[in-house]
């Protein structure tokens, strides 16, 4: 039987070669390390590079894109996994034309953003940056100027009602706040009603939402959902929260809103071209929160990220399929079938 060859990005590790995080789950591949290599890049590239692929027969990647490219000379690779759910970074289409199945890890982060975006929620409306600063400052008698608000009463708007936004109104059910208004077009609505939320039509929930979550992919349909429009439909009262994908808002129309204080703040985890490379135009605001696209990350994620992915391989080299594969068509082709059945243990 062929060795099967698991490879990591090398963003994964440090200079020294070691992990940057305590656990990336790769104690899965401990009961067939005599039937699996697990190797790494020797190098980083923003985008993989294709002679990276050449022995390669899975690939877990953290950061860099896959394109049609980076897969020129991937004849022997069997799948790509993506460490997360997003996977607006790689060539969906060029990986199915490769006999390539990707897969991304369902389930590993609903938790942990769920947690991020209700801390988020509280930080905005206790206005918990300015008034940190304002001790800081030795600003005391400044602090009748930051009168906070409470979830309670409050509506909340969900943007895509995947395993993430389940986990959002979960936590939230405790704090006393009106049923989540829910947007989520491949969500049947009685799915919706049965988790306690109420199915809306995206200008219902801009208008009525306290706070508008974002929690949807980044595809062709939502590229700029929330656009001038929309943010114009928003309460004057309300916030913005994108732990999503950056592309998803406009950045030009939010920042327009944010200035003229048409809306009353913003939490963001993401934005376009990143990583940056220069402090945003977002920092000049004290009610806008700002992370590196990792406001989630914590070592319970990356454990759970990384178990999936692994097990998601060791189920390829078992003759199974993983979860949260997105392109299952790629199962029917024969180039496919053929690498896999040179692989299946």
């Known amino acids: 039987m062929s060795l099967f060859r698991v490879v990591l990005t090398a963003d994964f590790y440090d200079d020294r070669g070691q992990t940057k995080y305590r656990d990336i789950g790769l104690n899965v591949f401990d009961s067939v390390s005599d039937r699996c290599e697990v190797t790494r890049f020797a190098e980083h590239h923003p985008e993989i590079a294709a002679e990276q692929l050449a022995d390669a027969h899975g690939v877990i ?4 894109k896959v394109t049609a490219a980076s897969l ?19 060539d969906v289409a060029a990986c199915t034309a490769a006999d ?10 609903d938790r942990p953003v769920a947690e991020a975006t209700v801390a988020w ?8 940056r300015v008034k940190d600063r304002l001790v800081r400052e030795a600003r005391w008698n400044d602090r009748s100027g930051y009168m906070g608000s409470e979830l309670r009463e409050r509506t909340l708007g969900l943007i895509g ?3 993430i936004g389940r986990a959002v109104a979960k936590l939230l059910a405790g704090f006393g706040m009106n049923p989540p208004l829910v947007f989520d077009p491949f969500t049947p609505s009685d799915i919706i009603v049965e988790h306690g939320c109420l199915p809306a039509t995206l200008e219902t929930l801009l208008t009525e939402a306290d706070f508008v979550s974002l929690h949807c992919p980044l595809t062709d349909q939502t590229r700029n959902l929330i656009d001038q429009r929309q943010l114009e439909l928003m309460k004057p009262t309300a916030y913005l929260i994108n732990t999503a994908r950056g592309g998803i808002v406009n950045e030009d129309a939010l920042y327009e809103a944010l200035k003229t204080k048409r809306i009353a703040g913003a939490a963001l985890d993401c934005f376009d071209g990143e990583p940056l490379t220069s402090p945003p135009r977002f920092a000049e605001f004290d009610n806008v929160l700002l992370a590196p696209h990792c406001i989630a990350w914590t070592d319970e994620l990356f454990r759970d990220i990384g178990r999936t992915a692994c097990q998601g391989m ?18 029917d082709r024969p180039g496919f ?5 040179r692989l299946v243990q």
């Open 100 to 109: 390539v199945v990707l897969f991304i890890t369902s389930g590993a982060v």
């Open 314 to 331: 060791m189920d390829l080299m078992h003759g199974r399929r993983p979860r949260g594969v997105v392109n299952p068509e790629v199962f």
């Open 72 to 90: 020129q000379n991937g004849d022997n690779l069997l799948a790509i996994g993506r460490f997360g759910v997003g996977y607006d970074s790689v």
């Open 337 to 341: 079938q053929q690498k896999w059945a």
């Open 121 to 128: 929620l509280l930080a905005l409306t206790h206005h918990v």
């Open 61 to 64: 990647v953290l950061t860099p």
């Open 161 to 163: 009602f995947g395993g």
